[in-house]
């Protein structure tokens, strides 16, 4: 692999100084946080992210102008500083580079999304890696052996050809213990010692792997890193009377407490032990002087901890158990079994009522708790000895974080997994619906408005619209349908659609629009961008009505401009720092209940009373806004009503725009001559269209997939039009439409598909190619065939 020697210009040092001064601006926050342990590995992520994005820029401009390679082992030994798990793959899915916490955390050097994972997991990968292809950035949290790994991946290269996977084992997962190691040897073991209490950090075999001050010095004489690695038992002694000194002081120092706190899960944990003064050990319980040392070491551990004494009540709990437990400062609970679901009270009572009666090492159990009945949490029960009127240790995790990022994830994917069901529901409906119309179309032309059949042939061919109707909201949710976008103003939108709002909101609900200044034209459709208004408009006016029958509410419209700064402020995951456009609809209606508003954007959802709602409204919203490369979020409390909030990235005034896709103008006169060459797999769909062209006066020629048609070519000579659907068995439309242009290069073509034109077209590389949208009427049809052939 060539290296390349770049130079330095004054654009580059500017990069190195940029670079250092992040860093620089990094530790100083942390210095004066005073938090050793998230500088330690803040830090080195700023050093490793300052020095590739130095290195990124320095080698950028050579590889544009020279043409050269990248230094790929300079970019494996910067990645190799990281913690995280890193690897890089190419457009072909080629495993480019990786370090060696890669083939640490895989066993090896495997390419990604195919890495040893869950079959889910893998599939989540997929996902990941094709969502950073489309929008630049990809993120999921995976569980990998009972540790959270979170993943980032996301689209780099001077061509944007590249993919940077990265797996972060997150510290408290990575290892508590050398959290808490950090800890002992820090300012918290420094703040343990003045309070008397000497701590260490015991691995599986005895041997100490951090200490405080106060114990290395008191035990060993020595600094805290020179006592790491000894056995920790040879530091001990025992007198006749089983009181126990340090072998250093002899019989004649002061009588110790031996106090284990198991405050990591698992067998092969490392355990924490805190040694407290007593003088008065003659008697088998601690002194109130040494039960106070072990409140507050409770109440400094960053882990949720719980004291409960014999009787299963709570005697403490520090900060983080509180937190991570939910617990109301104004009603702390009496009992454990308080924070719990009914359905786990009896187990957790009786958990503990076996540890208190001297129930030996500690077991770990699945809980719900009651702000979050779904979520179940791990609860580390352990019994205690030698704390005076505490008999039982509780640990609890903080893991709302991660049940967040989880929820995150897992929502994300059902939209998409259902979005996909939805698209090609609506595709293959779509062709039983072309079917229907046409053969309604043909019955039409052989009977007149007076027959007594004419009028339920056309009930059936209206009720036809009406479903072809639902399919495009279901095309509209999967992100599936035909836009036309336009480089637009929000504004002009919500002016095009004012008088509409006035006459939906009645005289009840006052309609209130205000626009922000400096707004950034968006890109998107102008027709779309109204349906969504209108959708969230009359979901406000009924949660509106709804919540006060006799009206005197708001709906209120804004449009206003948000910077990557005030994007970064709001410390969403989800929407990345950029420019955006906003559009925020809210109302004073009853809001949305917490256990609805997950589920609001899913199709066929509604509150509404039955066959007042299809429940496509918020779901066609969702998924307009989602194809237009934008952001829906949801905002609710119960009796203050709900805000919608949709972020349109800005138009950049240099990118290059599309252009409109071409609308041949529609023809006067749809009878025509010469021969179509018809390709469909769809028997149903094929036999109207031939009977429909064929009425218009064409001579057509009907094949069942694109091999067939080649064949026809091959026998028939060169058709005056092309017609063909695009996905079809063997040999698919675009692929027979090639190789049909290659023997007779300007043969007019139709697409129809029931899938969307845009995605369709950045698929289809073929010029001079018009699109029919299914389902189609006869009349479509024919005029489609004539404007193609004029």
């Known amino acids: 692999m060539a290296?390349?020697?770049?130079?330095?210009?004054?654009?580059?040092?500017?990069?190195?100084?940029?670079?250092?001064?992040?860093?620089?601006?990094?530790?100083?926050?942390?210095?004066?946080?005073?938090?050793?342990?998230?500088?330690?590995?803040?830090?080195?992520?700023?050093?490793?992210?300052?020095?590739?994005?130095?290195?990124?820029?320095?080698l950028t401009p050579a590889m544009a102008a020279g043409g050269h390679d990248t230094d790929w082992s300079l970019a494996r030994s910067l990645a190799a500083a990281s913690d995280d798990a890193v690897a890089v793959t190419d457009r072909a899915g080629r495993l480019v580079c990786a370090n060696d916490a890669w083939a640490a955390l895989f066993g090896g050097f495997p390419t990604p999304p195919g890495v040893p994972l869950a079959d889910a997991d893998v599939t989540t990968l997929g996902t990941v890696g094709r969502t950073a292809w489309r929008d630049g950035e990809g993120r999921a949290v995976l569980d990998r052996d009972g540790r959270r790994v979170a993943v980032v991946v996301t689209r780099a290269g001077a061509e944007a050809d590249m993919l940077v996977w990265r797996f972060?084992?997150?510290?408290?997962?990575?290892?508590?213990?050398?959290?808490?190691?950090?800890?002992?040897t820090g300012a918290a073991g420094e703040r343990l010692g003045a309070g008397g209490v000497m701590a260490a950090m015991i691995d599986v075999d005895g041997r100490i792997t951090a200490a405080n001050a106060v114990l290395a010095q008191r035990a060993f004489g020595d600094t805290p890193a020179a006592v790491a690695g000894r056995d920790f038992a040879h530091l001990l002694i025992t007198d006749s009377r089983g009181l126990v000194r340090f072998e250093r002081e002899g019989l004649e120092g002061a009588p110790l407490r031996v106090v284990q706190l198991p405050v990591l899960p698992g067998d092969d944990a490392p355990l924490l032990v805190a040694l407290l003064d007593d003088e008065v050990a003659k008697v088998p319980a601690i002194g109130g002087s040494a039960s106070a040392h072990v409140r507050s070491l409770v109440s400094l551990m960053p882990f949720g901890m719980a004291l409960v004494d014999r009787d299963g009540r709570f005697l403490q709990m520090n900060d983080a158990f509180a937190r991570a437990a939910q617990v109301d400062p104004g009603a702390p609970p009496l009992y454990p079994g308080d924070l719990v679901v009914r359905e786990d009270k009896a187990a957790v009572a009786d958990a503990i009522r076996r540890f208190a009666g001297g129930a030996a090492h500690s077991a770990d159990m699945a809980v719900r708790l009651k702000p979050h009945p779904d979520e179940p949490v791990a609860l580390t029960i352990a019994g205690a000895r030698g704390l005076g009127d505490a008999a039982v240790l509780l640990s609890l995790k903080d893991n709302s974080e991660e049940s967040r990022l989880k929820?995150?994830?897992?929502?994300?994917?059902?939209?998409?997994?259902?979005?996909?069901?939805?698209?090609?529901?609506?595709?293959?409906?779509?062709?039983?619906?072309?079917?229907?119309?046409?053969?309604?179309?043909?019955?039409?032309?052989?009977?007149?408005?007076?027959d007594s059949d004419y009028d339920d042939i056309q009930q059936i061919r209206a009720n036809s619209n009406r479903a072809a109707s639902l399919t495009r909201q279901l095309l509209a949710f999967s992100r599936q349908q035909t836009l036309r976008p336009q480089v637009l103003q929000l504004p002009d939108v919500v002016a095009e659609v004012s008088n509409l709002l006035k006459r939906l909101m009645g005289e009840t609900v006052k309609l209130v629009v205000a626009h922000g200044r400096s707004?950034?034209?968006?890109?998107?459709?102008?027709?779309?961008?109204?349906?969504?208004?209108?959708?969230?408009?009359?979901?406000?006016?009924?949660?509106?009505?709804?919540?006060?029958?006799?009206?005197?509410?708001?709906?209120?419209?804004?449009?206003?401009?948000?910077?990557?700064?005030?994007?970064?402020a709001l410390g969403n995951d989800v929407l990345p720092p950029a420019d955006y456009t906003a559009l925020v609809v809210s109302d004073t209606g009853a809001g949305i209940p917490p256990d609805i508003i997950g589920k609001i954007f899913e199709p066929f959802f509604t509150t509404k009373e039955l066959g007042k709602g299809t429940g496509l409204g918020l779901s066609t919203v969702y998924g307009i806004v989602k194809q237009s490369g934008g952001w829906i979020f949801a905002d609710s409390k119960p009796g203050q009503g709900a805000t919608f909030t949709i972020y349109l990235p800005v138009h950049a005034a240099g990118a290059p725009a599309r252009l409109p896709v071409r609308t041949p103008p529609r023809p006067t006169e749809t009878w025509g001559t010469g021969t179509v060459l018809l390709v469909e797999d769809e028997e149903m769909v094929r036999a109207v269209a031939e009977r429909a062209l064929a009425?218009?006066?064409?001579?057509?020629?009907?094949?069942?997939?694109?091999?067939?048609?080649?064949?026809?070519?091959?026998?028939?000579?060169?058709p005056d039009l092309l017609i063909s659907d695009v996905v079809m068995p063997t040999m698919d439309g675009p692929t027979m439409v090639a190789k049909a242009r290659e023997r007779y290069p300007d043969l007019p073509v139709i697409f129809m598909s029931g899938y969307a034109e845009e995605q369709l077209r950045k698929s289809i590389d073929l010029e001079n190619v018009n699109f029919l949208p299914k389902p189609f009427s006869v009349q479509q049809l024919a005029e489609a065939a004539r404007a193609a052939l004029t």
């Open 3 to 58: 290296a390349v020697a770049p130079t330095m210009t004054p654009t580059r040092t500017a990069a190195l100084v940029a670079a250092a001064a992040g860093l620089l601006a990094a530790l100083v926050v942390l210095w004066a946080l005073d938090n050793a342990v998230v500088a330690a590995g803040v830090v080195v992520a700023a050093l490793v992210l300052a020095g590739a994005v130095a290195v990124w820029r320095l």
């Open 168 to 184: 972060a084992v997150t510290p408290a997962a990575r290892d508590g213990g050398a959290t808490l190691a950090h800890m002992l």
């Open 407 to 450: 929820r995150e994830v897992a929502q994300a994917t059902k939209m998409q997994a259902v979005g996909q069901l939805a698209g090609g529901v609506a595709h293959d409906f779509n062709n039983i619906l072309t079917a229907i119309i046409g053969h309604c179309d043909l019955m039409l032309m052989r009977h007149s408005p007076g």
């Open 519 to 568: 707004l950034g034209a968006v890109r998107a459709d102008p027709g779309q961008l109204e349906q969504v208004v209108v959708n969230l408009a009359v979901n406000a006016r009924d949660a509106i009505l709804q919540h006060n029958p006799r009206g005197g509410g708001t709906l209120t419209i804004t449009t206003k401009s948000v910077t990557p700064a005030e994007v970064r």
């Open 695 to 718: 009425r218009q006066g064409y001579s057509v020629l009907t094949a069942e997939h694109g091999e067939a048609a080649l064949e026809l070519l091959e026998t028939s000579g060169r």
